[in-house]
C-alpha cells in the first residue's frame, strides 16, 4: 500500500507540472504590456501570460512589420464571443490577431515558450521570428488547417523585452486563447517536458499491456466476459493519452488534424465509462438495474456528440459531460452498495475507483485542479485492476496446477492401462502368432494331404494293370508246369505262353515306368526343404514332372489343365518351394472358382517378362468376390469359413513366393471371367 501511496504521489507531482512552480501570484498584462522586471524566474518559476492582449479581430498581422494602431483588447484565457464590435459579439469562426509586449528582468535566464493550443490553428512568433505552431493559420478555411504542432521552444536571449505576436484562424471551431502560453526557464520548461513525457509513455505501456493481457485472458476463458470490458477500459484509457494535448499526443499524433484528435478523445469519453458500466454487470450480476444503466449510458454516447455544436454553444459540451459524470456515477454507486451489503468484498475498491475516476473526470470539465488530474483518477482505476488481474492470473495458475495434477495422475492410470494393455496384447499376439504357425502347418499338412491323394490315384492305375498282369503271368505259368508234367506241352501251346509273356512284359514295363514318374514328381514337391538353396532349372521339364501329380485331381473335378511354357525357358530358384505355390494355387482355384458341378479349364503359360519370367495361373472360373479382392493374399482372409478353410493358403503362397523365392505375386480379374495369378520369377541368368 505504501508503494501505491508513493507512486500516486509521484504521478500528481509530476503531471501537476509547471502549475505548481510559481511560488507567488503571477503579474496580469494591461494595455498589451506584462511586466515581469520584477519577476524573479528561478525563485518563482515559469509564468502564464495571461491578462489584457492587444487584439485585431478578422486580421492576420505580419510578424515582420509593425502592428497598425487601430487593435483592442482581449482577455487571455478567453473567447473572441467575450468582444463586442459595433454593440454585436465576434463570431466564433473567423482569423484574429494577438500581440503582447513581455518587459523582462535585466538578470533573466535563457527562456522558453510553451502552447497547450491545438483545436484550432495558431502561429506564433517571438520578436518577428516563428517559434510555435498548430498547424497553419490561413484566411478561408481552405488555407487552415491543425495538422502539425510545435508546442515547446527556446527563445533567443540577450534582450529585456519579448514581442510575442500570435496569430490565430478558427474555422470550424472556437476562435480565441483558451489556454494562456506558459513562459519560463528554458531548463525547467524542458525538464518538465521529457518527465511528463517519459511518464505518460509509461503510463501508456501500463495501459496497453493491461488492456493486452486482459484481452487474452478472455481469449483464453470466453465465459469470463468482464476481463473483455476491463481491457477495453485499458485500451480506452490508453487512446487517450494518445489524442490529449500532452507531450506524448504532441509526440505520437503531431501530423493528425487538430480537430481530428479532439473528436477521438471526446469519443474516449463514452469508451472509458460504457466499459465500467459493462464491467459492474459482469462482476456483479444482479445488482445492476437497466432503468439506472440506460440513461448513464445513452448520456455517455451524447458527449462526442455534443461536441460537434461546441462552437454555436460553447457549454454544450461542458453540462453534457457533467450530467454523464453524474449519471454514471450514481449508477456505480447504486451497484457498489447493493453489491457491498450483499457481501462481495470486491464492491468496495471498485466503488472507491470508480468514485475517483468520476472525481477526476468532473474536476476536468469544470477545470478544477491540476493538469493530470484524470490520469491521476485513471492510474488509481488501472492499480484497482492490475490487482484484480493478478488475482485472476494466479487463480488461473492454481487452475492450472489442481488440472496438471489431474492429468498427471490420468497420465500414470494411462500408463499403467498401456502397460497392462500391453501385456495382453503381447500374449494375445504370442498365442496368434502360436495359432498361426499351427494353422500354416495344418495348411501345409492338408496340401501334402492332397498331394498325397493325387498321387495315390496315380498309382492305383499302373499298380492295379502291374498287379492284374503279374497275376495272370502266374496264372500262364502254372498251366504251362502242369502241361509240362504231364508231358501235353505242344508247340503251339508254348509259342502262346511266350507271346502273352512279352504282353505282359511289355505292360509291366509301362506301368513301372509310369509308377516311377508319379514317385519323382511326388519327390520333386516334397522332397527338398523349404527355403532352400537357390538353383537354376528348367521350368518346362519341372512343370511336366509337377504336373501329373496334380492333373488328376483337376480331371476328377471336371477341370481341364493346358500348359503353354515355351522349350528351354529356365528360372532359378527352390523347385520345392514352387511346387508347393502352385498346389496352393490349383486348390485354391479348386476350391473357389469352380463350384461342385461346374467344370472349366485352368492355363498354365510362361514367357520372359523384363528382367523376370512371369508365369500364370489362371482359370475361367467364377473371379474374385469384390469383398476379398483388395486383401486376397493377407491371413485368414476366406470366403469359405463355413467350409473349415482357414485363408492361409495364399497367405502362405505369398510368403513363399516373396521370400523363399524372391519373387513377386499378384492377382487379379481375368479378361472374359475368371482370376489370374501372376508368378514374376527370378530368371535362370541371375546370380
Given at each position: 500500500m505504501r508503494v501505491i501511496?508513493?507512486?500516486?504521489?509521484?504521478?500528481?507531482?509530476?503531471?501537476?507540472?509547471?502549475?505548481?512552480?510559481?511560488?507567488?501570484?503571477?503579474?496580469?498584462?494591461?494595455?498589451?504590456?506584462?511586466?515581469?522586471?520584477?519577476?524573479?524566474?528561478?525563485?518563482?518559476?515559469?509564468?502564464?501570460?495571461?491578462?489584457?492582449?492587444?487584439?485585431?479581430?478578422?486580421?492576420?498581422?505580419?510578424?515582420?512589420?509593425?502592428?497598425?494602431?487601430?487593435?483592442?483588447?482581449?482577455a487571455v484565457p478567453g473567447r473572441w464571443t467575450s468582444l463586442s464590435v459595433g454593440g454585436k459579439p465576434l463570431p466564433g469562426e473567423g482569423v484574429g490577431t494577438y500581440r503582447l509586449r513581455v518587459l523582462l528582468p535585466a538578470d533573466a535566464p535563457p527562456l522558453a515558450l510553451r502552447q497547450a493550443q491545438r483545436f484550432i490553428a495558431w502561429e506564433v512568433a517571438v520578436n518577428g521570428r516563428p517559434t510555435l505552431h498548430t498547424g497553419r493559420a490561413g484566411l478561408t478555411a481552405g488555407g487552415t488547417h491543425t495538422a502539425g504542432q510545435k508546442a515547446l521552444a527556446a527563445l533567443p536571449g540577450g534582450g529585456t523585452e519579448l514581442d510575442i505576436l500570435v496569430r490565430v484562424a478558427a474555422f470550424g471551431g472556437y476562435g480565441g486563447m483558451t489556454q494562456p502560453l506558459l513562459l519560463g526557464p528554458a531548463d525547467t520548461l524542458f525538464d518538465s517536458w521529457q518527465a511528463e513525457l517519459a511518464l505518460?509513455?509509461?503510463?501508456?505501456?501500463?495501459?496497453?499491456?493491461?488492456?493486452?493481457?486482459?484481452?487474452?485472458?478472455?481469449?483464453?476463458?470466453?465465459?469470463?466476459?468482464?476481463?473483455?470490458?476491463f481491457a477495453g477500459m485499458s485500451l480506452s484509457i490508453a487512446l487517450v493519452q494518445v489524442t490529449s494535448n500532452t507531450p506524448l499526443g504532441s509526440l505520437l499524433a503531431g501530423e493528425i488534424s487538430g480537430q481530428a484528435l479532439a473528436q477521438v478523445n471526446n469519443w474516449m469519453f463514452p469508451g472509458v465509462w460504457l466499459s465500467c458500466l459493462a464491467s459492474a454487470q459482469l462482476l456483479f450480476p444482479g445488482h445492476v438495474r437497466w432503468r439506472w444503466m440506460a440513461p448513464a449510458a445513452l448520456l455517455s454516447l451524447a458527449v462526442p456528440v455534443a461536441s460537434f455544436w461546441t462552437l454555436s454553444h460553447p457549454g454544450l459540451?461542458?453540462?453534457?459531460?457533467?450530467?454523464?459524470?453524474?449519471?454514471?456515477?450514481?449508477?456505480?454507486?447504486?451497484?457498489?452498495?447493493?453489491?457491498?451489503?450483499?457481501?462481495?468484498?470486491?464492491?468496495?475498491?471498485?466503488?472507491?475507483?470508480?468514485?475517483?475516476?468520476?472525481?477526476?473526470?468532473?474536476?476536468?470539465?469544470?477545470?478544477?485542479?491540476?493538469?493530470?488530474?484524470?490520469?491521476?483518477?485513471?492510474?488509481?482505476?488501472?492499480?484497482?485492476q492490475g490487482a484484480l488481474l493478478f488475482d485472476r492470473l494466479r487463480r488461473l495458475l492454481d487452475q492450472a496446477n489442481r488440472l496438471n495434477d489431474r492429468l498427471a495422475a490420468l497420465n500414470r492410470d494411462l500408463e499403467a492401462q498401456v502397460a497392462d494393455r500391453t501385456r495382453h496384447l503381447s500374449q494375445a499376439v504370442e498365442e496368434l502368432r502360436a495359432t498361426q504357425g499351427q494353422l500354416v502347418q495344418s495348411e501345409k499338412l492338408a496340401g501334402l494331404g492332397r498331394l498325397v491323394a493325387g498321387v495315390a490315384h496315380e498309382l492305383n492305375t499302373p499298380l492295379g494293370i502291374t498287379l492284374t498282369t503279374t497275376s495272370h503271368l502266374t496264372q500262364q505259368v502254372d498251366e504251362l508246369e502242369r502241361a509240362l508234367q504231364s508231358g501235353k506241352v505242344t508247340r503251339t501251346a508254348f509259342a502262346t505262353f511266350l507271346q502273352d509273356l512279352r504282353e505282359a512284359s511289355t505292360l509291366l514295363t509301362v506301368n513301372v515306368t509310369r509308377t516311377a514318374a508319379v514317385v519323382q514328381s511326388f519327390k520333386q514337391v516334397a522332397g527338398e526343404p523349404e527355403g532352400g538353396p537357390h538353383r537354376r532349372f528348367d521350368l518346362p521339364e519341372f512343370l511336366s514332372e509337377l504336373l501329373p501329380a496334380q492333373e488328376a485331381r483337376l480331371r476328377n473335378a471336371g477341370v481341364r489343365l493346358e500348359v503353354e511354357v515355351p522349350p528351354g525357358l529356365e528360372v532359378r530358384g527352390n523347385p520345392g518351394v514352387l511346387g508347393q505355390v502352385l498346389d496352393e494355387l490349383l486348390s485354391n482355384i479348386l476350391s473357389h472358382a469352380f463350384p461342385p458341378g461346374r467344370g472349366g479349364t485352368v492355363r498354365l503359360s510362361a514367357a520372359p517378362d523384363g528382367d523376370r519370367v512371369?508365369?500364370?495361373?489362371?482359370?475361367?472360373?467364377?473371379?474374385?468376390?469384390?469383398?476379398?479382392?483388395?486383401?486376397?493374399?493377407?491371413?485368414?482372409?476366406?470366403?469359405?469359413?463355413?467350409?473349415?478353410?482357414?485363408?492361409?493358403?495364399?497367405?502362405?503362397?505369398?510368403?513363399?513366393?516373396?521370400?523363399?523365392?524372391?519373387?513377386?505375386?499378384?492377382?487379379?480379374?481375368?479378361?472374359?471371367?475368371?482370376t489370374r495369378f501372376t508368378l514374376r520369377l527370378l530368371p535362370g541368368g541371375a546370380g
Open positions: 501511496i508513493g507512486l500516486l504521489a509521484f504521478l500528481l507531482t509530476v503531471l501537476a507540472g509547471p502549475a505548481s512552480l510559481a511560488a507567488t501570484p503571477p503579474p496580469r498584462a494591461a494595455d498589451g504590456v506584462l511586466d515581469l522586471r520584477g519577476w524573479d524566474f528561478g525563485r518563482d518559476g515559469p509564468v502564464r501570460l495571461v491578462g489584457d492582449w492587444s487584439f485585431w479581430p478578422g486580421r492576420l498581422l505580419d510578424p515582420g512589420q509593425p502592428p497598425p494602431g487601430d487593435g483592442t483588447l482581449l505518460r509513455a509509461a503510463f501508456l505501456s501500463l495501459c496497453g499491456s493491461m488492456g493486452l493481457l486482459y484481452l487474452i485472458l478472455f481469449l483464453l476463458r470466453p465465459s469470463d466476459r468482464a476481463c473483455l470490458a459540451l461542458t453540462r453534457t459531460a457533467g450530467l454523464a459524470l453524474a449519471a454514471c456515477a450514481l449508477t456505480l454507486a447504486l451497484v457498489a452498495w447493493r453489491a457491498w451489503r450483499s457481501g462481495q468484498g470486491l464492491a468496495l475498491p471498485m466503488g472507491l475507483a470508480w468514485a475517483v475516476l468520476a472525481l477526476a473526470n468532473l474536476a476536468l470539465v469544470l477545470r478544477l485542479g491540476f493538469p493530470g488530474v484524470v490520469e491521476a483518477g485513471y492510474c488509481l482505476m488501472l492499480f484497482i512371369a508365369l500364370a495361373v489362371e482359370d475361367d472360373g467364377t473371379g474374385l468376390p469384390a469383398e476379398v479382392r483388395g486383401r486376397l493374399f493377407e491371413p485368414f482372409v476366406t470366403t469359405g469359413r463355413r467350409d473349415g478353410r482357414t485363408g492361409l493358403g495364399l497367405h502362405m503362397a505369398y510368403n513363399l513366393v516373396t521370400g523363399a523365392l524372391g519373387g513377386v505375386i499378384g492377382a487379379e480379374d481375368r479378361p472374359g471371367g475368371g
